[in-house]
């Protein structure tokens, strides 16, 4: 939709605003002390409708530090509440890109996996149900392939904690820059290949399908 100084805005208006978040940045505030991208979009609104006081600003769904692309905040409670409700409900619609290492056989699958939440923040993988373990839901597509990596398509049927980072190192094919989850490369800033390319929703209080798309980082697919 538009640039500004600070913040990638992909879509506004009275009940919500969507920007694209770059890879390294945190999605809200934590104990780093690091700035956030909840802290610039609220620092953006402040001064674009010279709002006095505090900004509301609600959070809905979040991304990694080290992954980029869409992130939607609700800009009223009616909006954020409604907006949350989707992504809980799993009724919102979530694609990404993500460059891995070497070329996943099939070309094209889907994934089913029990993964846990550890308390070092790491998933561990399971192929079969598990104490403690959720079910994993993800669909893949290799869309270009490169000399040492491959361009995927993923769709996200489940939002489980580092659900595509662990799936598919899982099966052998690890994010390029995922050192976490067995990736050989290393990317600046701490970044991994991993993209929220787009997300489909309904309006919150228009109830009209939204698609949200935020283009690849410039540098795919040279890191």
């Known amino acids: 939709m ?33 700035i956030s991208l909840m802290e610039k979009v609220k620092k953006w609104i402040k001064a674009e409708y010279k ?12 991304l990694d530090r080290p992954v980029s692309g869409v992130v939607i905040f609700g800009l009223t409670s009616k909006g ?3 907006l949350s409700e989707q992504f809980r409900q799993k009724t919102t619609q979530k694609f990404y890109r993500t460059l891995v290492e070497e070329t996943p056989k099939p070309l094209q699958g889907s994934l089913r996996h029990y993964l846990r939440k550890e308390k070092s923040l790491k998933a561990t993988v399971f192929p079969r149900p598990s ?19 491959s361009l995927l398509n993923i769709q996200l049927h489940t939002g489980r904690f580092h659900q595509i980072r662990a ?9 390029v820059g995922d050192k976490k989850y067995g990736a050989s ?32 980082p410039e540098d795919w697919p040279s890191i």
């Open 2 to 34: 538009s640039n500004h100084p600070d913040i990638d805005i992909l879509y506004i208006d009275n009940h919500l605003i969507a920007v694209c978040k770059p890879a390294g940045m945190l999605t809200q505030p934590d104990d780093s002390g690091d």
């Open 51 to 62: 709002k006095p006081g505090n900004v509301f600003l609600g959070l809905v769904h979040r």
């Open 80 to 82: 954020a509440s409604r």
């Open 131 to 149: 104490p403690d373990a959720k079910e994993a839901l993800l669909d893949y597509k290799v869309i270009e392939n490169f000399k040492k990596t």
């Open 167 to 175: 799936q598919l190192s899982f099966i052998g094919y690890p994010i």
């Open 185 to 216: 490369s290393v990317l600046p800033e701490g970044r991994i290949a991993l993209h929220a390319q787009s997300i489909v929703f309904n309006h919150p209080t228009s109830k009209k399908e939204i698609i949200i798309n935020c283009p690849l």
